[in-house]
């Protein structure tokens, strides 16, 4: 259903507000040939009417030649801001960068972010965007869900469908998405709600049963059989099952990349408007499906690059694997116990 363009703006002020934005302050709006028209429209009102001074950076799009997705994450990490130094040097002496071309895992985005620029990434439909409109609440729950994540040093997760996994945390830095950003050098999502962090190097050992309803991205689907994921020395070793571990396998080995293969973050959703259903609701080209990674409860695992907590896995190929009905703990405490938020804190 469509959204107004005052009502997208109205929003755009409610999140740019949260995100601390204050006149006079320089805001890089960066776009590429597939941002969402009625986004970068309407945020320009939005930086205009808060006083902002606004500059807008169009790149070319890149890697749809390589990618086999049209999906923003189906080929991450390289960017047209390679080698373009002129942009490059002006998202460096912004205040605010608005991103609706998506920049993750890139070596220019830690660049940026470095000066002490703020940095929000908007590429969902109008719709969705609207309806997950981050809130303080949002930001309550997903902080206190971070330092509970930060402190810890064991993470497990279980299932019903079979998913016995194991991995020790504390190496790299907690993620945390609550949909605006507020801190100098910090990055965010709009819309998004979870936590996550990446597992010590070589830590993670067991099983993850990916069961049917399951979501695999950045194919944008949901699994029809259960696909068993083998993981020894943080590593993913075997992927087996029927067709859906075939089709896995196949497009994981394309990229001819053993770090496709490494585990990446891990954690679960926080988003009490997201919904597991609306996968299958909208087309599936137009955004990110921050719902399906944000939904309440679910356990979020990862595969490939991991740049983004200051790795060095630099792979293209990134997988994001909600699962639904997961038992989450941290050293023996439960955060999740089939697929539902535990502690009073996180509600």
């Not at 309806?131 to 729950?141: C, I, N, Q, V």
């Not at 029927?242 to 497009?251: C, D, H, P, V």
């Not at 990674?293 to 679910?298: P, Y």
Request: glycine content about 10%; aromatic content about 8%; some cysteine.
């Amino acid at each position: 259903m469509a959204i107004s363009d005052l009502a997208l703006i109205e929003a755009w002020k409610d999140v740019l507000t949260l995100s601390k934005l204050t006149a006079g302050e320089q805001v890089c709006l960066l776009v590429s040939d597939d941002s969402n028209p009625q986004l970068v429209a309407t945020v320009r009102t939005a930086v205009g009417q808060l006083g902002g001074v606004l500059t807008i950076l169009h790149l070319p799009p890149l890697n749809g030649d390589v990618a086999l997705s049209r999906d923003k994450s189906g080929y991450v990490g390289h960017t047209a801001l390679k080698g373009n130094r002129a942009a490059l040097e002006a998202m460096k002496h912004s205040d605010l960068v608005i991103d609706t071309m998506l920049l993750l895992f890139s070596p220019e985005q830690d660049e940026i972010l470095k000066t002490g620029a703020r940095m929000l990434l908007a590429c969902e439909p109008p719709e969705v965007m609207l309806r997950m409109k981050p809130t303080l609440d949002d930001a309550r729950r997903a902080g206190n869900a971070a330092a509970r994540l930060a402190k810890a040093k064991t993470l497990t997760v279980t299932s019903k469908a079979g998913t016995d996994f194991r991995c020790s945390i504390g190496q790299y830095p907690v993620l945390k998405q609550q949909g605006f950003v507020d801190t100098r050098g910090g990055w965010d999502h709009w819309p998004s709600c979870f936590v996550a962090t990446w597992p010590d190097e070589g830590t993670c050992e067991g099983t993850i049963v990916i069961d049917t309803g399951d979501i695999l991205l950045p194919f944008k689907r949901y699994a029809r059989e259960p696909i068993r994921i083998g993981i020894e020395g943080g590593w993913i070793r075997s992927i087996e099952g029927g067709f859906e571990a075939e089709y896995l396998r196949s497009y994981m080995e394309s990229f001819n990349d053993p770090d496709a293969y490494a585990m990446a973050h891990v954690g679960w959703g926080l988003h009490k408007r997201a919904h597991w259903t609306t996968l299958g609701l909208y087309d599936r080209e137009a955004g990110l499906s921050m719902d399906a990674r944000s939904f309440w409860g679910n356990f979020l695992w990862s595969s490939g690059p991991n740049t983004e907590a200051g790795g060095t896995r630099n792979t293209p190929c990134h997988m994001d694997i909600p699962l639904r009905g997961c038992s989450l703990s941290l050293d023996g405490e439960p955060m999740t116990i089939d697929g539902k938020v535990i502690p009073e804190d996180q509600k």
